[in-house]
């Protein structure tokens, strides 16, 4: 794929040239893979408006036949419509257009044994994001987490007739396609009737705020044989709708930007402009009672003073059973002092212990080249976490030397707090921390300037929302102050 990835990009700075940025061309490549791998898998398109039909195209018969074809797409029923919709082609030189078919079709996409377009895609958004491209890593959540958290999850819809599983935030669909190969591996692709077809369409539903994610999110589901629901639009601000949901798996943005306001949403308890701790209290909102979720927050989420009011309502309705802290660079190269976590839930019974696994003290931070994460980073977390997706197994405390020469972390890192003490921190995870960093009397292996720069940014960023909130207070007090009393008259 890397090879592959840097023809593909090499061909980015030729086409910048006429008129194309990298968002455009990344588009574009997301609408030629898709032709060309639904010919290897023998999928159905409209008459002319396949892989073959445009390969034997040239000159300008081929920039105003991909015209053509991406709008007879566009004009398709169901799916194939969605996905195409409002697609345009950003080719004006029939040469440059004809040189990227060329390298597409010289590969059997089918055949790499990975997921391919969503491979294809974020190596182009790392090949953007290296290069300074802001909102390359965005829609970025790194495969080997996913797939882990898949496994802890078990989303499997053949528990039950009704079983949905929902990403609010599926960017490219990295969870549901996930979810959706781990069935697939349960199973050994052998689904009962009436499952496979329920899988087909009323299994995986996602939103997102962009359009261009989302349409890759679909046609990733789309070429595994699955039709998705995913709706456009900010599941934050948008009035949520009735749909509920046996699990949630998903990775808000990380950020404030677009965060200036609290959403006008009479189901949120808390009032915040933090658009991480919205998204848990939506999530709380569209989860079946009994149903689980998994969500990936950053560190201030975890000890910001508006974060304690929001877990405050999620210990009391949900058990939050685990959370995991993830690596140091963990989003490398996109977001690399970004410092995360994954918090584990279940809706329906309150909290009574919460067990926390640090993987990330004393762990080398994750670089892409010399110390890229893997799956080995979660190893010994999924052993941990145990088979029962609940995270009702059988749970016992690691000491010093427990985990196996193969981990990559181990030893005494999980731990459970009763959840008095989770009320004695003011419901503040952050604050339990119980591993000695070595690497701070070690001056050879200070953190990274980048991430020292990102973890004073988030806490600058805490200090100013906790100050717009006493602010606030203080307006509201002042306003009471002067108002007029009842009956009275100016």
């Not at 194309?20 to 408006?49: H, N, S, V, W």
Request: charged residues 25%; glycine residues 8%.
């Amino acid at each position: 794929m890397s090879d592959v990835v840097g023809k593909l990009w090499g061909f980015c700075h030729t086409l910048r040239h006429d008129g194309i940025d990298y968002g455009d061309y990344i588009e574009q490549i997301t609408y030629l893979l898709f032709l060309k791998m639904a010919d290897e898998r023998k999928i159905d398109l409209p008459k002319d408006c396949d892989w073959p039909a445009l390969v034997k195209l040239t000159g300008t018969d081929l920039t105003d036949g991909y015209v053509d074809i991406l709008r007879k797409l566009g004009k398709s029923e169901g799916m194939l419509g969605a996905i195409f919709a409002g697609g345009q082609s950003r080719f004006n030189n029939p040469v440059n257009l004809k040189q990227v078919i060329d390298v597409i079709d010289q590969t059997e996409w089918t055949g790499l044994g990975v997921d391919v377009k969503a491979a294809a895609y974020e190596g182009l958004l790392e090949k953007a994001a290296s290069e300074g491209k802001k909102g390359a890593g965005q829609y970025f959540t790194p495969r080997v987490l996913i797939q882990s958290i898949v496994r802890c999850m078990k989303p499997d819809p053949r528990a039950n007739s009704q079983f949905t599983i929902n990403d609010p935030a599926c960017g490219t669909g990295g969870f549901l396609v996930a979810a959706y190969e781990w069935l697939i591996a349960e199973s050994k692709g052998a689904l009962d009737r009436d499952v496979a077809r329920r899988v087909k369409n009323k299994t995986y539903f996602g939103c997102d705020l962009v359009a261009r994610p989302r349409r890759l999110a679909m046609m990733n589901l789309y070429l595994h044989g699955i039709e998705p629901v995913i709706n456009l639009g900010d599941s934050i601000y948008d009035p949520p709708s009735s749909d509920r949901f046996d699990c949630i798996l998903t990775n808000p943005p990380f950020g404030t930007k677009g965060a200036n306001q609290a959403p006008n949403r009479e189901d949120f308890v808390v009032e915040t402009s933090n658009k991480q701790l919205n998204l848990v209290q939506h999530c709380l909102t569209i989860l079946k009672p009994g149903g689980r979720a998994a969500i990936v927050l950053p560190d201030n989420c975890l000890f910001a003073d508006q974060a304690g009011e929001v877990f405050k309502i999620l210990t009391e309705d949900c058990s939050l059973h685990t959370v995991l802290r993830l690596p140091r660079g963990t989003f490398t190269p996109y977001s690399q002092g970004v410092k995360a976590n994954v918090i584990f839930l279940t809706k329906g019974s309150p909290t009574e212990n919460v067990w926390i696994y640090d993987a990330r003290t004393n762990v080398p931070g994750i670089t892409k080249k010399d110390r890229p994460l893997s799956a080995q980073h979660f190893a010994h977390f999924d052993k941990c976490y145990g088979a029962d997706s609940n995270g009702r197994s059988k749970r016992i405390e690691t000491k010093e030397g427990d985990a196996s020469k193969d981990d990559n972390v181990g030893g005494d890192r999980w731990r459970k707090f009763h959840i008095s003490e989770v009320k004695e921190r003011e419901f503040k995870l952050d604050g339990f921390k119980w591993l000695k960093e070595d690497s701070l009397e070690d001056s050879d292996d200070i953190p990274e300037p980048e991430e020292l720069v990102t973890e004073a940014i988030a806490e600058l960023e805490g200090a100013v929302e906790e100050l717009n909130a006493v602010l606030s207070l203080l307006d509201q007090e002042n306003g009471s102050a002067t108002a007029p009393s009842k009956g009275s008259s100016k």
